[in-house]
Protein backbone atom coordinates (compact mmCIF):
# COMPACT_ATOMS: atom_id res chain seq x y z
CA UNK A 1 0.00 0.00 0.00
CA UNK A 2 1.16 3.56 -0.90
CA UNK A 3 1.93 5.89 2.12
CA UNK A 4 -0.55 8.83 2.10
CA UNK A 5 0.84 11.98 2.84
CA UNK A 6 0.74 14.02 5.49
CA UNK A 7 -1.79 16.66 5.00
CA UNK A 8 -4.21 13.09 4.21
CA UNK A 9 -2.76 11.45 7.55
CA UNK A 10 -3.22 14.51 9.52
CA UNK A 11 -7.24 14.73 8.16
CA UNK A 12 -7.42 10.80 9.39
CA UNK A 13 -6.25 11.42 12.42
CA UNK A 14 -8.67 14.77 12.77
CA UNK A 15 -11.44 12.84 11.93
CA UNK A 16 -10.93 9.92 13.93
CA UNK A 17 -10.36 11.83 16.79
CA UNK A 18 -13.33 13.81 16.60
CA UNK A 19 -15.61 10.82 15.94
CA UNK A 20 -14.36 9.32 19.03
CA UNK A 21 -15.03 12.20 21.47
CA UNK A 22 -18.30 12.98 19.57
CA UNK A 23 -18.82 9.06 20.68
CA UNK A 24 -17.16 9.32 24.32
CA UNK A 25 -19.59 12.80 24.88
CA UNK A 26 -22.68 11.92 22.82
CA UNK A 27 -22.88 8.32 24.86
CA UNK A 28 -21.98 9.87 27.91
CA UNK A 29 -25.04 12.27 27.48
CA UNK A 30 -27.44 10.12 26.30
CA UNK A 31 -26.39 7.43 28.79
CA UNK A 32 -26.88 9.94 31.79
CA UNK A 33 -30.59 11.48 30.31
CA UNK A 34 -31.78 8.02 29.60
CA UNK A 35 -30.71 5.80 32.82
CA UNK A 36 -33.13 7.94 35.39
CA UNK A 37 -30.05 8.18 37.60
CA UNK A 38 -28.91 4.68 37.60
CA UNK A 39 -25.23 5.34 36.93
CA UNK A 40 -23.89 2.04 35.76
CA UNK A 41 -27.06 1.69 33.26
CA UNK A 42 -25.35 5.28 32.22
CA UNK A 43 -21.62 4.05 32.12
CA UNK A 44 -22.54 0.97 30.39
CA UNK A 45 -24.52 3.04 27.31
CA UNK A 46 -20.87 4.84 27.40
CA UNK A 47 -18.55 1.99 27.48
CA UNK A 48 -20.63 -0.08 24.63
CA UNK A 49 -20.36 3.09 22.47
CA UNK A 50 -17.04 3.77 23.10
CA UNK A 51 -15.48 0.80 22.88
CA UNK A 52 -17.82 0.04 19.30
CA UNK A 53 -16.91 3.37 17.68
CA UNK A 54 -13.09 2.48 18.67
CA UNK A 55 -12.69 -0.51 16.27
CA UNK A 56 -15.28 1.75 13.35
CA UNK A 57 -12.94 4.16 13.33
CA UNK A 58 -9.73 1.96 13.43
CA UNK A 59 -10.56 0.13 10.46
CA UNK A 60 -11.59 2.68 8.69
CA UNK A 61 -8.62 5.17 9.22
CA UNK A 62 -5.75 2.57 10.55
CA UNK A 63 -4.77 2.18 6.79
CA UNK A 64 -4.41 6.25 6.32
CA UNK A 65 -2.90 7.26 9.30
CA UNK A 66 -2.10 4.02 11.81
CA UNK A 67 -5.70 5.46 13.64
CA UNK A 68 -3.11 6.86 16.60
CA UNK A 69 -6.38 8.98 17.95
CA UNK A 70 -4.05 9.62 21.50
CA UNK A 71 -0.58 11.05 22.05
CA UNK A 72 -0.23 8.44 24.13
CA UNK A 73 0.37 5.88 21.09
CA UNK A 74 2.01 8.43 19.20
CA UNK A 75 4.57 8.81 21.66
CA UNK A 76 5.24 5.34 21.58
CA UNK A 77 5.42 5.14 17.77
CA UNK A 78 7.55 7.68 17.93
CA UNK A 79 10.04 5.75 20.68
CA UNK A 80 9.99 3.15 18.16
CA UNK A 81 10.95 4.83 15.05
CA UNK A 82 7.42 4.15 13.44
CA UNK A 83 6.95 8.35 13.13
CA UNK A 84 9.55 10.72 12.73
CA UNK A 85 9.14 13.63 15.07
CA UNK A 86 7.89 16.32 12.86
CA UNK A 87 5.14 13.96 12.05
CA UNK A 88 4.84 13.06 15.09
CA UNK A 89 4.66 17.09 16.51
CA UNK A 90 1.71 17.26 14.07
CA UNK A 91 -0.54 14.30 15.01
CA UNK A 92 -0.46 15.52 18.73
CA UNK A 93 -1.73 18.73 17.81
CA UNK A 94 -4.31 17.30 15.39
CA UNK A 95 -5.47 14.84 17.95
CA UNK A 96 -5.48 17.34 20.84
CA UNK A 97 -7.16 20.31 18.16
CA UNK A 98 -9.84 18.19 16.81
CA UNK A 99 -10.80 16.06 20.43
CA UNK A 100 -12.18 19.59 21.48
CA UNK A 101 -14.46 19.34 18.13
CA UNK A 102 -15.44 16.03 18.86
CA UNK A 103 -16.86 17.29 22.24
CA UNK A 104 -18.54 20.48 20.33
CA UNK A 105 -19.88 18.55 17.83
CA UNK A 106 -21.56 16.56 20.60
CA UNK A 107 -22.93 19.52 23.05
CA UNK A 108 -24.27 20.75 19.60
CA UNK A 109 -26.27 17.60 18.87
CA UNK A 110 -27.78 17.91 22.39
CA UNK A 111 -28.31 21.42 22.32
CA UNK A 112 -25.24 22.14 24.86
CA UNK A 113 -23.29 24.92 25.05
CA UNK A 114 -20.39 23.96 22.36
CA UNK A 115 -17.43 24.02 25.07
CA UNK A 116 -18.35 23.98 28.68
CA UNK A 117 -15.63 23.95 31.84
CA UNK A 118 -16.14 20.35 33.73
CA UNK A 119 -16.84 20.17 37.27
CA UNK A 120 -16.43 16.40 37.68
CA UNK A 121 -14.50 15.53 40.24
CA UNK A 122 -11.90 12.30 39.17
CA UNK A 123 -8.78 12.89 41.58
CA UNK A 124 -6.49 10.58 43.82
CA UNK A 125 -4.19 7.95 43.71
CA UNK A 126 -6.14 5.26 42.89
CA UNK A 127 -7.70 7.18 40.12
CA UNK A 128 -4.17 7.90 38.82
CA UNK A 129 -3.07 4.70 39.20
CA UNK A 130 -6.48 3.52 37.13
CA UNK A 131 -4.83 5.93 34.34
CA UNK A 132 -1.67 4.61 34.36
CA UNK A 133 -2.89 0.91 34.58
CA UNK A 134 -5.62 1.67 31.60
CA UNK A 135 -2.47 3.14 29.19
CA UNK A 136 -0.45 0.48 29.91
CA UNK A 137 -3.27 -2.38 29.33
CA UNK A 138 -3.80 0.17 25.87
CA UNK A 139 -0.44 -0.01 24.79
CA UNK A 140 0.29 -3.63 25.29
CA UNK A 141 -2.54 -4.52 23.24
CA UNK A 142 -1.43 -2.28 20.78
CA UNK A 143 2.61 -2.93 20.32
CA UNK A 144 1.49 -6.96 21.04
CA UNK A 145 -0.80 -7.31 18.51
CA UNK A 146 0.95 -5.61 15.75
CA UNK A 147 3.74 -8.02 16.43
CA UNK A 148 1.21 -11.00 15.86
CA UNK A 149 -2.04 -10.19 14.74
CA UNK A 150 -2.12 -7.05 12.93
CA UNK A 151 -5.33 -7.89 11.82
CA UNK A 152 -7.01 -8.05 15.01
CA UNK A 153 -5.83 -4.71 16.58
CA UNK A 154 -9.36 -2.61 15.87
CA UNK A 155 -10.75 -5.31 17.84
CA UNK A 156 -8.55 -5.94 20.56
CA UNK A 157 -8.42 -2.27 21.23
CA UNK A 158 -12.13 -1.85 21.22
CA UNK A 159 -12.74 -5.04 23.94
CA UNK A 160 -9.76 -3.56 26.01
CA UNK A 161 -11.14 -0.13 26.61
CA UNK A 162 -14.96 -1.95 27.06
CA UNK A 163 -13.30 -3.60 29.54
CA UNK A 164 -11.02 -0.79 31.25
CA UNK A 165 -14.48 1.59 31.79
CA UNK A 166 -15.39 -1.45 33.98
CA UNK A 167 -11.89 -2.62 36.07
CA UNK A 168 -9.98 0.57 36.63
CA UNK A 169 -10.92 3.43 39.23
CA UNK A 170 -10.82 6.26 35.98
CA UNK A 171 -12.88 4.45 33.87
CA UNK A 172 -9.77 4.34 31.47
CA UNK A 173 -9.19 7.57 29.64
CA UNK A 174 -5.95 6.29 28.27
CA UNK A 175 -5.44 9.37 26.39
CA UNK A 176 -3.97 12.89 27.41
CA UNK A 177 -6.27 14.21 23.95
CA UNK A 178 -9.51 12.72 25.39
CA UNK A 179 -8.03 13.82 28.88
CA UNK A 180 -8.07 17.14 27.59
CA UNK A 181 -11.17 17.51 25.19
CA UNK A 182 -13.66 15.98 28.12
CA UNK A 183 -12.30 18.97 30.73
CA UNK A 184 -14.30 20.71 28.15
CA UNK A 185 -17.74 18.95 29.09
CA UNK A 186 -20.00 19.48 32.36
CA UNK A 187 -21.24 15.97 31.59
CA UNK A 188 -21.63 12.44 32.51
CA UNK A 189 -17.58 11.64 31.13
CA UNK A 190 -15.87 15.12 32.18
CA UNK A 191 -13.24 15.97 34.02
CA UNK A 192 -12.12 19.06 35.81
CA UNK A 193 -8.92 21.13 34.44
CA UNK A 194 -7.18 20.44 37.37
CA UNK A 195 -7.41 17.15 37.95
CA UNK A 196 -6.22 16.58 33.96
CA UNK A 197 -2.47 17.37 34.98
CA UNK A 198 -2.17 14.03 37.06
CA UNK A 199 -4.04 11.93 34.50
CA UNK A 200 -1.86 13.09 32.06
CA UNK A 201 1.02 12.64 33.84
CA UNK A 202 0.19 9.19 34.51
CA UNK A 203 -0.45 8.40 30.94
CA UNK A 204 2.76 9.77 29.16
CA UNK A 205 4.59 7.60 32.14
CA UNK A 206 2.70 4.54 31.69
CA UNK A 207 3.56 4.74 27.57
CA UNK A 208 7.16 5.29 27.76
CA UNK A 209 7.52 2.44 30.07
CA UNK A 210 5.49 -0.38 28.19
CA UNK A 211 6.91 0.93 25.41
CA UNK A 212 10.62 0.30 26.86
CA UNK A 213 9.33 -2.74 28.26
CA UNK A 214 8.43 -4.67 24.84
CA UNK A 215 11.11 -3.06 23.43
CA UNK A 216 12.44 -5.60 25.85
CA UNK A 217 10.42 -8.65 25.50
CA UNK A 218 10.54 -8.71 21.66
CA UNK A 219 14.61 -8.41 21.66
CA UNK A 220 14.11 -12.03 22.78
CA UNK A 221 11.53 -13.11 20.18
CA UNK A 222 13.53 -15.82 17.78
CA UNK A 223 12.97 -15.44 14.10
Not at 87 to 110: E, K, R
Not at 143 to 159: D, K, N
Not at 172 to 186: E, L
Amino acid sequence: MAAYDLPRRLAAEGLGTAFLLAGVVGSGIMGETLAGGNTAIALLGNTIATGAILVVLILVFGPISGAHFNPAVTLSFWMQKAIGTGDAAAYMVTQIIFGLVGVAAAHFMFDLPLLDWSTNTRTGPGQWGGEFVATVGLLATIIGCLRSRPEAVPYAVGLFITAGYWFTSSTSFANPAVTIARCFTDTFSGIRPMDAPAFIAAQIVAAILVTLLFRWLFAGQRD
